[in-house]
């Protein structure tokens, strides 16, 4: 082998990274593709349709009144929403440059893959799967919650049976995940140790949503992008009639003490609601199924963006100033502010548009999975069946049935405060990575055509890291509090991953494969 060979020789390390150019030309070359059929408004509508949902609709009244081991940020979650919009619209410019250049399947994970290296795009995708997996399982919980609600109020017409109208049944007592549910409605439960101190939760509603979804997006994502275009619109209506109805029974005197746990209440209501912005970052996993994504994703991402973030600062300022803070429902919030005024019939409005609403999320943040399952399967770090194709109706339908039954699995161990914080840790490392693998390739890539620029980079990129890693450690700081056991449990599912790259991924890499080839080729 000569010196000149030796120089040639290409890099095939775990920190090994995709040739971008490559990367394009095997998505646009031949085999089986996914079908472009998504437009820049339908893109709002998919980010809209994710983003609105169980932040909004459930999670808000957490973050305001507080719970177990949580301080109530009060009047001050107007500031949560502030901060939590603000963070999520500096990662989503990152999002924006990436996807308007990289306009592949497995948003952050791919882009992570070109810029911080394989070993990197796997734990960041690992994550992702946490923080979108275990995301599903808050949603559900809190569309079952608002369909509990809805059917409580039809008991003295109808003969319904329980398992509709009342929480789920949680078959092993647990603190922090079952009883405030139910302290909260009255009620004193008596739990049977049938699996010990693991708690095991029934929530049939939820199951048989997540098995309908599936089956929506198996067939096919322009059907499903028909279907969260209906719900969407409904759920908007739903939330702005909120908005002006409240505002006429607003008391300004409900919104002192504007900060009656100070800024510790802000930035833990900031945690909670952080949920409620994620739903931009699905939008880029569509990457290969949009006609135009240079151009519609950045649409699609920022566009969304703004528009929740006006939507939830106003739901904010109107929930808080109708019922005092330390009154706010913590799982219908929305609803439950309408009953608190002795308007009923809203409240059923809302509850309606909340079921029909929550609906829309649960479809686009299962879409997200599957296709990040899809991408990481197609690189050879999980089994090929992932990555495969339906003949017919071209959805990567094992993907798509494989996210729904974790999906299931998951309703019967987390309720939604458990599920909402994991999906939190997971989706600020993830953009943690992403605003960190923008800067690295403006570095090693400068002269690549960028169709949506950055502004005030690197300032914005740098800020979005600091801000995501903030956040994210703040809340862990007290030992104190039942969350750092949510944090053991990333530790313990980031673990699990390393075990499973090592094992599998790093062996099967089909990128692995081509680089040790190409270095064959070169002596």
Known sequence: MTSENTQKKVYTGIFRRKNLDKMLADVEGKGEKLKRVLGAFDLVVLGIGTIIGAGIFTLAGTAAAGSEGHVGAGPGLILSFVLSGTLCALTGLCYAEFASMIPIAGSSYTYTYSTLGEFVAWLLAWTLILGLGIGN????????????????????????????????????????????????????????????????????????????????????????????????????????????????????????????????????????????????????????????????????????????????????????????????????????????????????????????????VILVQLLGLSRILFAISRDGLLPKAFSKIHPKFKTPHVATVITGIITVVGTLFFDINKSAELANIGVLAAFAMVCTGVMVLRYIDPDRERPFRIPFFPTIPILGVLLNLILMIYTFVNPESPLIYTFIFYVVWTIIGLLIYWGYGSRNSVLKAELEAENKRLT
């Open 137 to 360: 399982i808050t949603i559900v919980c809190g569309w079952s919650g608002y369909l509990f609600q809805l059917f409580q109020g039809y008991q003295g017409f109808l003969h319904l049976p329980d398992w509709l109208c009342h929480p789920p049944l949680w078959l092993a007592y647990d603190y922090y995940s079952a009883s405030h549910m139910y302290e909260s409605m009255g009620v004193q439960p008596d739990f049977p140790m049938i699996f010990g101190t693991i708690p095991f939760s029934i929530n049939l509603p939820a199951i048989i949503l997540i098995i309908v979804t599936t089956a929506l997006l198996y067939i096919g994502i322009e059907e499903s992008a028909h279907v969260a275009t209906a719900m969407v619109l409904l759920k908007v209506a739903v939330i702005i009639f909120f908005i002006i109805f409240g505002a006429f029974y607003v008391q300004p005197e409900n919104w002192t003490p504007f900060l009656p746990n100070g800024f510790p209440g802000v930035f833990m209501g900031a945690f909670l609601v952080f949920f409620a912005y994620v739903g931009f970052e699905i939008i880029s996993t569509t990457a290969e199924e949009t006609k135009n994504p240079s151009r519609d994703l950045p649409i699609g991402i920022l566009g969304s963006l703004s528009i929740c973030t006006v939507i939830y600062i106003l739901v904010a300022a109107v929930l808080t100033g109708i019922v005092p803070w330390q009154n706010i429902d913590t799982h219908a919030p929305i609803a439950a502010a309408m009953n608190y005024i002795n308007q009923n019939w809203v409240a059923g409005l809302i509850s309606i548009g909340a079921v029909v609403g929550l609906f829309s």
